[in-house]
């Protein structure tokens, strides 16, 4: 059975987390966010550093890389406190695509990409990007129409390829490329460690988004042309790639959900304070039955996400990664509509003020909306359940 009571160590780290969004993060992310795009992030490095000095910095690592080796249980503790500012994963260290990368090289990586990548990635000396999505007819939400490809020459692979929605790209100091290496549709790809700035990786550009590039978060596309590189730039083994990307990917949904509950969660409190206060056809907000009616939506959304994101990293805590497969796509799908149902309704409650840029909600929710297409659309999470519950693999009362 799952314990829902986090050890008291996890407890405390949680509310000092906590403590340091509300009293260090929240009051300048929009300065952060403003600086970010004139190319400065001295305030940020400013919170980092504080993060780093209160001992918050990745906790999500093993002790032996510089964190407080949580398990997914502590991430999902950790990051839903991290999630209630869209500047507050970075500022310790805990963000996407960063993150899951650091995840996938601490697991796979040779001694020699871990010393020349995942330690800078783990000390913020680098950022970095992970290369799958492709322009049609490319790879998208079906990994196997990947057209990139890795071809042997001699001691040396040669890459030829488009990519985009690259996040972080621009900036990153080396990107995890995944490659086509055969036509076998189960073990025909390889990912590969690349340096960002090697001959033949070409930066196209900044892909414009309906969300403004805010940190790490802009969208970059590239191509790789005659991109040479030695057997010490696989990660893992050669027909790994998809194997990898799963190992990758299922984590990944889930602490996305991690941070997002935390924004739904901030945001239902926003609305509670502004509803309380204002007054509308003769009674406050919150004493109106629609305006109830979203309240409560919204917080069973944020409680019925918390309890599957719990139930898959405690699964994949328990070493049941593939059986928690389709129940990360649940708890995205359902993560994802939620959070983006709950900023929409968020908006509404506050009229005019809602859809201005007075408040944070327009912004949050055209970064939000993208949630229910990256790491897998809607639609291939309820091909995922539909399959494995047909197929007697979905236990729904765990």
């Given at each position: 059975m799952?314990?829902?009571?986090p050890?008291?160590?996890?407890?405390?780290?949680?509310?000092?987390?906590?403590?340091?969004?509300?009293?260090?993060?929240?009051?300048?992310?929009?300065r952060?966010?403003?600086?970010?795009?004139?190319?400065?992030?001295?305030?940020l490095?400013?919170?980092?550093?504080?993060?780093?000095?209160?001992?918050?910095w990745?906790?999500?690592?093993?002790?032996?890389?510089?964190?407080?080796?949580?398990?997914?249980?502590?991430?999902?503790?950790l990051?839903?406190?991290?999630?209630?500012?869209?500047?507050?994963?970075k500022?310790?260290?805990?963000?996407?695509?960063?993150?899951?990368n650091?995840?996938?090289?601490?697991?796979?990586?040779?001694?020699?990409?871990?010393?020349?990548w995942l330690?800078?990635?783990?000390?913020?000396?680098?950022?970095?990007?992970?290369?799958?999505?492709?322009p049609?007819?490319?790879?998208?939400?079906?990994?196997t129409?990947?057209?990139?490809?890795?071809?042997?020459d001699?001691?040396?692979?040669?890459?030829?390829?488009?990519?985009?929605?690259?996040?972080?790209?621009?900036?990153?100091?080396f990107?995890?490329?995944?490659?086509?290496?055969?036509?076998?549709?189960?073990?025909?790809?390889?990912?590969?460690?690349?340096?960002?700035?090697?001959?033949?990786?070409?930066?196209?550009?900044e892909?414009?988004?309906?969300?403004?590039?805010?940190?790490?978060h802009?969208?970059?596309?590239?191509?790789?042309?005659?991109v040479?590189?030695?057997?010490?730039?696989?990660?893992?083994?050669?027909?790994?790639?998809?194997?990898?990307?799963?190992?990758?990917?299922?984590?990944?949904?889930?602490?996305?959900?991690?941070?997002?509950?935390?924004?739904?969660?901030?945001?239902?409190?926003?609305?509670r304070?502004?509803?309380?206060?204002?007054?509308?056809?003769?009674k406050?907000?919150?004493?109106?039955?629609?305006?109830?009616?979203?309240?409560?939506?919204?917080?069973?959304?944020?409680?019925?996400?918390?309890?599957?994101?719990?139930?898959?990293?405690?699964?994949?805590?328990?070493?049941?990664?593939?059986?928690?497969?389709?129940?990360?796509?649940?708890?995205?799908?359902?993560?994802?509509?939620?959070?983006?149902?709950?900023?929409?309704?968020?908006?509404q409650?506050?009229?005019?003020?809602?859809?201005?840029?007075?408040?944070?909600?327009g912004?949050?929710?055209?970064?939000?909306?993208?949630?229910?297409?990256?790491?897998?659309?809607?639609?291939?999470?309820?091909i995922?359940?539909?399959?494995?519950?047909?197929?007697?693999?979905?236990?729904?009362?765990?």
């Open positions: 799952i314990d829902f009571s050890r008291p160590e996890l407890e405390e780290l949680r509310t000092r987390v906590r403590a340091f969004v509300d009293e260090h993060v929240i009051p300048v992310e929009q952060v966010f403003d600086e970010d795009q004139r190319g400065d992030d001295s305030t490095r400013l919170l980092q550093a504080k993060a780093r000095a209160a001992g918050l990745t906790p999500h690592l093993s002790k032996d890389l510089g964190g407080q080796g949580l398990g997914p249980m502590g991430m999902a503790v990051f839903r406190e991290m999630g209630r500012s869209f500047a507050g994963a500022v310790f260290n805990c963000d996407a695509p960063d993150q899951g650091m995840d996938l090289l601490a697991a796979v990586a040779s001694d020699a990409a871990r010393e020349r330690q800078p990635l783990c000390d913020g000396q680098i950022t970095s990007a992970f290369c799958m999505t492709e049609a007819p490319g790879a998208g939400a079906d990994p129409n990947l057209r990139t490809t890795a071809v042997r001699g001691d040396e692979w040669v890459i030829n390829g488009h990519k985009w929605f690259s996040t972080g790209g621009r900036d990153a100091a990107l995890i490329v995944m490659a086509r290496t055969s036509p076998d549709r189960r073990t025909g790809c390889t990912m590969f460690l690349v340096e960002r700035d090697a001959p033949g990786v070409q930066y196209v550009r892909v414009p988004c309906m969300a403004p590039p805010v940190l790490a802009k969208e970059a596309e590239f191509k790789f042309v005659d040479r590189v030695a057997d010490d730039a696989i990660l893992g083994e050669v027909g790994q790639g998809f194997a990898l990307a799963q190992k990758r990917l299922v984590p990944a949904r889930l602490t996305h959900c991690m941070r997002w509950l935390g924004l739904a969660d901030r945001t239902l409190h926003m609305c304070e502004y509803i309380a206060t204002r007054t509308s056809f003769g406050e907000l919150a004493r109106h039955q629609q305006v109830q009616v979203m309240i409560a939506k919204g917080a069973m959304a944020v409680h019925m996400g918390n309890l599957m994101t719990l139930h898959c990293a405690w699964m994949l805590e328990q070493g049941k990664t593939v059986e928690a497969r389709p129940y990360s796509s649940m708890a995205k799908f359902h993560v994802a509509r939620a959070l983006c149902q709950i900023l929409d309704d968020a908006i409650m506050h009229g005019a003020r809602g859809y201005s840029e007075d408040l944070p909600f912004l949050w929710y055209r970064s939000a909306r993208a949630a229910r297409i990256a790491d897998g659309p809607d639609e291939v999470h309820v995922v359940a539909a399959r494995d519950f047909l197929l007697g693999r979905l236990e729904l009362l765990v």
